[in-house]
């Protein structure tokens, strides 16, 4: 067995370890007055969980590519932190799905439906939801915001050394940012107070990732991708 599939085992574990702690979790919280104790398959809490968990995955898959295509300690303890970190908030998501009875794929919606949602802006007809990324195209396999394509998975599988580093950090970077602008969408949307507390902790702990790849970046003399 290889080291990325023995990786990639571990991951799985983990989720699974970490799905029963949401249980706990989620049923030890008081969301207060009006909250819903259990959120429909098309709510916002459902929609984050079920989408986000797919983000979290590429991350863990990539963090554990490029750890097997560099020597560099830096970005592989980056890495390392990124797969356990999100490998654990997707068993939570996950958990939390399980607990609401609801599926973890819903055939007929579109991955980010929920980002497009109206909800009520001090206005009668309230305003729909905007943060940036929430008319994101999939295409090649990239589903959601700032999520990779299969092309660009496979370049990072082949690159090795200074050249994984950098692609591994410019792709993560992308994907940090989607993942932000989904995590404020769910503090802003979801109505189940300890998933809107996980999304708070997401953004704020991928915003302080993101300046940390941007000065690892720049010390390889390279930068974040744009566009």
């Known amino acids: 067995m290889t080291r990325t599939q023995w990786a990639a085992i571990t991951a799985v574990v983990l989720a699974l ?3 029963g702690t949401a249980t706990v979790a989620s049923a030890g919280r008081d969301d207060g007055p009006g909250a ?5 398959a098309d709510s916002a809490d459902a929609g984050f969980a079920r989408d986000m968990a797919v983000h979290h995955q590429q991350a863990v898959e990539m963090s554990f590519i490029v750890r097997d295509s560099t020597d560099d300690e830096e970005v592989r303890r980056l890495a390392y932190d990124i797969a356990n970190t999100q490998a654990n908030q ?7 799905l399980d607990l609401w009875g609801l599926p973890k794929a819903e055939a007929d919606q579109e991955p980010m439906a929920w980002m497009r949602m109206p909800m009520d802006m001090g206005s009668d007809d309230g305003a729909a939801m905007d943060h940036g990324h929430a008319e994101h195209q999939a295409r090649d396999g ?9 092309t660009e998975l496979e370049r990072l599988r082949q690159a090795r050394g200074k050249q994984a ?13 989607g993942g932000v602008s989904m995590a404020k969408g769910c503090a802003e949307m979801c109505a ?9 902790g997401m953004a704020a702990a991928q915003q302080s990732e993101l300046n940390l790849m941007a000065d690892l970046l720049k010390a390889r003399g390279a930068k974040p991708r744009t566009g």
Do not use: C, N
């Open 165 to 177: 580093e950098i692609l591994y950090l410019q792709l993560m970077t992308d994907h940090h940012k």
């Open 90 to 96: 997707r068993g939570m998501l996950l958990g939390w």
């Open 17 to 19: 370890l970490f799905a």
């Open 192 to 200: 189940v107070g300890t998933e809107k507390d996980l999304a708070e």
């Open 142 to 150: 990239s589903l959601m915001p700032g999520m990779a394509t299969k």
């Open 36 to 40: 819903p104790r259990t959120p429909s």
